[in-house]
């Protein structure tokens, strides 16, 4: 339907600018379905079998099959019930966390601007029917394909859609494309195609979007497959022994599997999205919402935050001063005003109460009384936009005569002056004191009887720093984090600001980030790291800015709200859609506030350095019970020719750690005063001296039970069963701490989880289920015995710690 006219196309949709009445487009809505690509829908039951496939999942069923031949049933129900928990748990988990993101970005949905029965309306674009008119202005995602009713022309960026790097002009009966980006201009459209009619939609299955892994995850990845190699190897080592001794082949391999299962991180893909979906939700209920998880780690090691002026640092309530005014003898104004007001009444003219625009509102309220432009007639209205940085209006007088008025920075209103050569220097005198004093200046013009542009003067606008910003900045430097100011503003204006809010001093004015020598662009950068904020900056400017600090080594975050704040948000490691961002911005970034202020970015870096901490105490576990499994298993069997536990206690240890060890995702940490890095020297080191101490104690705990007390091989398996149990689960009270284990208290669920299941293993190994009874005597020893090594492992890892990390301090 694209290839029609204007005219053509509304006669086809049975539509007309005045746009659809509302029970004519719920008839469509039903005819058409809804504005969206419709999602690929799994069958649940597919997708829990997938659970199933994989190399862990091939290792159990392997060893179910075994245990089935061999016919030890014990071991064959307790590992296919293995198999069945770590599926259900897993299955289960990612598709809470799903429905969790599902959501958070629903809250995100796009808007668009609709014309239902006459009147101008704010809709969900899903909503969107072919035939409604839509309102398109900067910064806008064209929500529908439409086309483009009267009106000036636009210019949009199609890039993402046909490849074209540069912007294309689009005017009266074009087509513009769902998914394209308004740069520039303002206009009614209506929509023809939607959903999967679109141009979009047709193309959309060719696209296949990548899913970033972020530094950590790439990280705790690498422990798993290195613990996955080192289990293997070990394992391989037991079964050429047992191979050589004669040992039972069947036994021998069913062991061997079910040892890997137990050593290999079979709950590290569900323990990171548990984890990450349960930040996710706690940033919701602080005001940021989470579009790409990854976002939460990168944003724990966030150390430099550039952040916008305006609505972040500031109230972006906009209060108008006092006018300067320039002579306006050259103007045949017949209203009587006093030049003050004139400049006042004339940027009034020059603005619209509906654009919602923090100017446009400051300016209307400072006229006082709407009603003085009564009488006066808006024939044409250019709004603001980056490039000519104004707004213009065509407007009838009192006397049916039309002159033109304009609003906008004032270099740009002096540059279109006639009679800037006389008023120059006291505009610029002007600018310069309201600069002083942290007022932006806004440049006023009218035309005269001849049509020339006349400027009349300045109007001071003022911007009161947040309440709360002069804290919440200093709070971020206390935790290792330097915030940089981003503004458009003058280099006053901005000193100004930094110095109200406590910032420092040092302000770039970014207007000089021009084409430099090689020499000057390296004393360039090091000038942008040093810098505490920056002037009068471009979006390009943005881009540049972490660029450069990005390159001198710092994990960086972005705030943005503008369309062509989106380069600089993609480009960070953090990008910041701000509260009221346009969907361009929030489409690029990685994290959307919905409320206003850096508070809540400062809250939002908080809680990702806790998922950190939470994900950084697993990694240290898991990697030390790791180690003391499988070494202690390795080297009974190796040297003293015994197998300390049975095929079934190694999978319920396996099955009990993994139920237990997802509460982690809501314990309780304090927050590192230093932005989080992954260290792997120090998680290595510290899991491997836990590991080693777990080895120690075990066969000081065997070599008790063999020669001091002189139990049997069947009492003595389960002896050290309920000793692995009870010590292993006591690990992750010592890894969550970096100080001594008392120093934070554990969130409840995580110690009714670890108590709850160390019951149960204590109870199966008191009265003797699929193992020889040991009674309550022993069982309160092995207590006793791991609670004893818990406080020496505890003063261990305080050693290792003071020896890996000297600069942490303790919690």
């Known amino acids: 339907m694209d290839d029609l006219d204007g005219q053509q196309q509304q006669d086809k ?55 089935a031949v061999a016919q030890h049933w014990p071991d064959f129900a307790i590992i ?67 086309r483009l009713l009267d009106g000036d022309p636009l210019q949009v960026d199609q890039s993402a859609l046909t490849g074209e790097s540069l912007a294309t002009m689009r005017q009266c009966d074009d087509a513009v494309f769902s998914g394209s980006i308004i740069r520039r201009g303002e206009i009614d459209a209506m ?10 939609g047709k193309t959309a299955e060719l696209v296949q979007a990548a899913a970033s892994v972020s530094h950590f995850q790439q990280a705790v990845l690498k422990i798993g497959n290195v613990l996955i190699l080192l289990a293997v190897a070990l394992v391989s080592v037991i079964i050429t022994v047992a191979l050589l001794r004669g040992d039972p082949l069947l036994t021998t391999l069913q062991f061997a599997l079910v040892l890997t299962v137990a050593a290999i991180p079979v709950a590290m893909p569900t323990v ?201 900045i200093a709070t971020a430097h206390q935790m290792g984090v330097t915030i940089k100011m981003v503004t458009g503003d003058q280099l006053p204006i901005a000193q100004e600001t930094a110095e109200k809010l406590g910032m420092g001093s040092m302000i770039l004015d970014a207007s000089g980030f021009g084409a430099t020598t090689a020499d000057q662009s390296k004393r360039l950068e090091e000038s942008i790291e040093k810098a505490d904020g920056f002037a009068q900056v471009f979006p390009e400017h943005k881009f540049q800015i972490v660029d450069v600090l990005q390159q001198h080594g710092h994990i960086v975050g972005m705030t943005g709200d503008g369309v062509n704040d989106a380069p600089a948000l993609k480009k960070a490691d953090c990008g910041i859609a701000v509260s009221g961002a346009t969907d361009a911005a929030r489409g690029a970034a ?49 040297v003293f020719n015994f197998y300390p536990v049975s095929a079934a206690m190694i999978v319920m240890l396996a099955l009990l750690n993994d139920g237990a060890i997802l509460s982690i995702a809501y314990d309780n940490v304090h927050v590192s005063s230093d932005p989080e890095r992954w260290n792997m020297r120090t998680v290595m080191g510290i899991a491997a ?10 066969f000081g705990l065997f070599y008790l039970a063999e020669r001091v007390f002189h139990l049997d091989r069947a009492h003595s398996q389960t002896l050290m069963y309920l000793k692995l149990s009870v010590a292993g689960h006591l690990t992750i ?69 003071s020896i890996l990390s000297p600069q942490l301090h303790s919690d």
């Open 590 to 638: 990685s994290i959307v506030l919905m409320q206003p202020g850096l508070s809540v970015i400062i809250e939002a870096i908080k809680a990702s350095r806790k998922i950190f901490q939470r994900m950084n105490s697993y990694a240290i576990y898991r990697i030390a019970e790791t180690l003391r499994v499988l070494l202690f298993m390795t080297v009974s069997i190796l």
């Open 191 to 200: 929509a023809y195609a939607t959903g999967a009619n679109t141009f979009f």
């Open 272 to 472: 990171l999205s548990v984890t990450m979906a349960v930040g996710a939700r706690l940033l919701t209920k602080q005001g940021a919402i989470v579009t790409r998880l990854a976002a939460i780690e990168e944003l724990a090691g966030v150390d430099v935050l550039c952040s916008d002026k305006t609505g972040t640092l500031t109230q972006n309530t906009l209060t108008l001063g006092d006018p300067f005014s320039v002579r306006s003898s050259s103007l045949d104004s017949s209203s009587g005003d006093r030049d003050p007001d004139l400049v006042i009444m004339t940027a009034a003219l020059a603005s619209r109460s509906d654009n919602k625009d923090p100017i446009d509102r400051a300016v209307l309220d400072g006229l006082g009384d709407p009603q003085r432009l009564d009488g006066y007639e808006l024939v044409h209205f250019q709004p603001f936009d980056p490039v000519h940085k104004r707004t213009e209006a065509t407007v009838r007088g009192l006397d049916g005569l039309e002159f033109k008025v304009t609003k906008g920075a004032p270099q740009v209103i002096l540059a279109l002056s006639a009679n800037r050569a006389e008023v120059s220097a006291a505009v610029d005198r002007a600018i310069s004191e309201f600069a002083a004093r942290g007022f932006r200046s806004l440049g006023v013009a009218r035309t005269d009887t001849q049509q020339q542009w006349q400027c009349l003067g300045v109007l001071p606008l003022f911007d009161p720093p947040r309440d709360e910003a002069k804290a919440t």
């Open 13 to 67: 949709l049975k539509s007309s600018a005045n746009g659809l009445s509302q029970s004519e487009a719920l008839r469509r809505l039903a005819q058409y379905g809804s504005n969206e690509l419709a999602e690929k829908k799994t069958n649940q039951f597919l997708k829990l079998l997938t659970y199933f496939w994989g190399p862990i999942p091939w290792m159990i069923e392997a060893a179910v099959l075994l245990s």
């Open 80 to 146: 296919l019930l293995l198999l069945l928990a770590n599926a259900v748990i897993g299955f289960w988990e990612e598709h809470q966390a799903g429905h969790a993101i599902a959501a958070l970005k629903a809250k995100l949905a796009m808007k668009a601007q609709v014309k239902r029965d006459g009147h101008w309306t704010t809709l969900e674009s899903r909503d969107l029917v072919p035939g409604d008119v839509i309102h398109l202005r900067l910064g806008d995602i064209v929500p529908a394909d439409a």
């Open 689 to 698: 001296a836990l590991g080693a101490i777990g080895v120690v104690s075990a």
């Open 733 to 801: 009270f010592l890894t969550r701490t970096r100080g001594p284990f008392w120093s934070i208290r554990p969130a409840r669920v995580l110690l009714l989880a670890v108590c709850g299941t160390q019951l149960v293993a204590t109870l199966i190994a008191v009265y003797g289920w699929l193992m020889t009874p040991l009674g309550w005597g022993w069982a309160l020893v092995v207590w006793g015995y791991a609670l004893a090594w818990f406080l020496v492992n505890d003063r261990l890892k305080l050693m290792a710690y």
